[in-house]
C-alpha cells in the first residue's frame, strides 16, 4: 500500500492534510517534525507532506529536519512554515514580512507545472504567514505568486520537490483538493488503494494475530467509537470478546436499557453491565470544577472498570476506541500547551492491569469510523450517533452534579434529540444538545410566578469538531423545543440559544 509521510511542525491544519490525503484514497501518517531518519526511511512513505506552523524559521529553536530528508528520493510537499524550510535549509532567503499575510488571498499562476495543472490563472487561497522567501534556492522557481510575496509556489521540478505559501488543506483554498491529487497522482504516481473494505480485512488479519486464542476485554460507552471497536473485534474474533458496559450515573435517558439491548439481543455480544451510578454522583458531590469534574469521572471509570475486569477470567488485552486525532494529542511533540480538557480515552487505564492494549481504530478520524461501521453492517443511527463527552452529562451541567439536575437534563435533552430528528435536522448538524445552567430565572406560568433554571441550547456543524459554527436553526424549530422544554420539565423556566462559533467558545460548555 502506498503511504505519505506528513512531517507536523505544530500547525492547526496538520490533521486537515491526513483527512485531505485519505479522501483520494492513499493512506497517510502524521509523525512529529523530528522523527528519526531511520524511522522515516523504515515506514517507507511514497511522498512526504511538510506541515504549517507557528515559528519561524529565523528563530533560534525553530523546529528543523535533517537536509538528507531532501535527498530520500520521494516526491516533497512543502506547506506555509514547510515551504519557508525547504528554502531555508537548501540555500535560500526568507526574511520577516513587512506585511503579513492572514486569511483569504489570491495565487496569481505565472508557471506550468504538474503540480498546478487545472488550477485557475487567479485561484482564492487562504494564507497564515508572517515571514516570506526573499531568494530561492538554487534550481528552483517561482510557480506563482500573490500580493504579498513572490514566491507564493515554487518547485524544482527534477528533484520533484515542492512549496506552497498558502494552505491547501483547508476548504478556502478553493483548489486546493485539485493541487493535492496532482502532487499525489501526477507526481509522485500513487495509487488509491486506501478504502474501508481493505482496512477492516487487513485489521481483522492484524487482530488475530495479536491476540491469537486469548480473552480481549472491551470497554463500551455506546457512542460510535466502542460500539464499532466492539463489533470490529466480535467479528475477528468471536466470543473471546468480552464487553463490560459501565453506568455512570449522567448518561442520556434511557440509554443504559437501549445499550444492553443492542448490544445482546442485536449483535449478540457478551456484556457484563455495571450500575455504579450512585457512586460516581456521591464522588460528584459539591464539585463544580469542570476540570475537577473531568477527572473525577475518569478516575471513578478506572477503579469501576478494573474491578469488573478483575471478575473476568483468563483476559489478557483491553480494547479501546482510540481514534488517531487522540492518539496525536496524546505524543504532545508540538511543545507545551495549555491544558484545554482532560481526555480519558488514550492510555487512561493504568498499567497495573496487567493487560495488553487492542486499539483497531487508532489509524481512523472519526468520519473514517463511521463509514467502517457501515461496512460492518452497524445501523446508521448507530454509526451516525452525535458526539457524547466521556464524563457525559456532568460537563453540559454547569454547577454540581446530582441526581435531581441530572434527571432534568435527561429529560430536556431527550425532548431535543427528538425534536431535532422529527425535523430532519438530527443529520444536518455536528451536534445538539442542552447545557442546564446554574442559573434560575424568574417566570409566569398561568397565573403563578416561578423561580427556575435556565437552559442553553447548543446546536454546532463541524467536520471533525477541531473547529465549529453555530447553526440557525428555524424558528419555529426553536419555538417547539423551548416550549415543550418549558411545558414539560418542571424545574426549567427559560430557555436560550447560543450563538458562539469554536474558536473562540468549545463545543461543549465544560
Known amino acids: ?95 520577516p514580512s513587512q506585511k503579513r499575510e492572514y486569511g483569504r488571498a489570491v495565487f496569481n499562476k505565472n508557471s506550468s507545472s504538474p503540480l498546478l495543472e487545472g488550477v485557475s490563472e487567479h485561484s482564492q487561497v487562504w494564507m497564515s504567514h508572517g515571514d516570506k522567501v526573499e531568494s530561492l534556492p538554487s534550481g528552483f522557481v517561482s510557480l506563482g505568486k500573490s500580493d504579498n510575496t513572490d514566491f507564493c509556489a515554487i518547485a524544482h ?94 448518561l442520556r435517558l434511557n440509554e443504559a436499557e437501549e445499550v444492553q439491548k443492542q448490544f445482546t439481543e442485536q449483535f449478540k455480544i457478551k456484556l457484563h453491565y455495571v450500575d455504579a451510578s450512585e457512586r460516581f454522583l456521591k464522588e460528584l458531590k459539591g ?83 463511521r463509514v467502517l461501521g457501515a461496512e460492518l453492517g452497524i445501523p446508521r443511527h448507530l454509526t451516525h450517533r452525535h458526539p457524547f463527552p466521556g464524563p457525559g452529562l456532568a460537563v453540559r451541567i454547569l454547577g454540581e452534579v446530582n441526581a435531581a439536575q441530572v434527571a432534568l437534563l435527561q429529560k430536556a435533552d431527550h425532548i431535543i434529540q427528538y425534536e431535532i430528528k422529527a425535523a430532519d435536522w438530527y443529520d444536518k448538524v455536528w451536534q445538539c444538545f442542552g447545557v442546564l ?20 441550547l447548543r446546536c454546532v456543524t463541524s467536520t471533525d469538531g477541531m473547529t465549529a459554527d453555530w447553526v440557525p436553526l428555524p424558528a419555529e424549530l426553536l419555538a417547539r423545543i423551548s416550549n415543550r422544554i418549558i411545558n414539560e420539565v418542571p424545574g426549567i423556566n427559560r430557555v436560550v440559544y447560543d450563538i458562539s462559533s469554536k474558536p473562540p467558545g468549545t463545543i461543549e460548555w465544560e
Not at 445552567?437 to 442553553?456: C, F, H, I, N, S
Open 1 to 95: 500500500m502506498d503511504k505519505v509521510l506528513i512531517l507536523d511542525f505544530g500547525s492547526q491544519y496538520t490533521q486537515l492534510i491526513a483527512r485531505r490525503v485519505r479522501e483520494q484514497g492513499v493512506y497517510s501518517e502524521i509523525h512529529p517534525f523530528n522523527w528519526k531518519l531511520e524511522d522515516i526511511r523504515d515506514f517507507a512513505p511514497k511522498a512526504l507532506i511538510l506541515s504549517g506552523g507557528p515559528s519561524s524559521v529565523l528563530q533560534k529553536d525553530s523546529p528543523q529536519i535533517s537536509k538528507e530528508i531532501f535527498e530520500l528520493g520521494v516526491p516533497i510537499l512543502g506547506i506555509c512554515y514547510g515551504l519557508q524550510l525547504t528554502a531555508h535549509l537548501l540555500g535560500g532567503k526568507v526574511l
Open 157 to 250: 521540478e527534477s528533484k520533484k520537490i515542492y512549496g506552497l505559501q498558502f494552505h491547501p488543506e483547508v476548504v478556502h483554498s478553493q483548489e486546493g483538493e485539485v493541487i493535492l491529487r496532482n502532487f499525489l497522482f501526477s507526481i509522485a504516481s500513487l495509487k488509491a488503494t486506501w478504502n474501508m473494505g481493505s482496512f477492516l480485512e487487513e485489521e481483522k488479519k492484524k487482530i488475530r494475530q495479536q491476540v491469537a486464542n486469548k480473552k480481549v476485554i472491551c470497554g463500551l460507552s455506546g457512542g460510535v467509537d466502542s460500539t464499532v471497536t466492539a463489533v470490529l473485534l466480535h467479528e475477528a474474533i468471536g466470543d473471546q470478546l468480552e464487553c463490560i458496559f459501565v453506568n455512570n450515573g449522567v
Open 287 to 369: 464539585v463544580t470544577d469542570p476540570e475537577k469534574k473531568r477527572k473525577i469521572i475518569g478516575y471513578e471509570f478506572i477503579k469501576v472498570f478494573e474491578e469488573a475486569a478483575k471478575a473476568i477470567q483468563g483476559a489478557e488485552f483491553l480494547a479501546q476506541g482510540t481514534l488517531y486525532p487522540d492518539v496525536i494529542e496524546s505524543v504532545s511533540f508540538k511543545g507545551p500547551s495549555a491544558t484545554i480538557k482532560s481526555h480519558h480515552n488514550v492510555g487512561g487505564l493504568p498499567e497495573r492491569m496487567g493487560l495488553k492494549l487492542v486499539e483497531p481504530l487508532r489509524e481512523l478520524f472519526k468520519d473514517e469510523v
Open 437 to 456: 445552567l446554574p442559573v434560575k430565572t424568574v417566570g409566569v406560568m398561568g397565573d403563578e410566578r416561578t423561580y427556575e433554571q435556565v437552559l442553553a
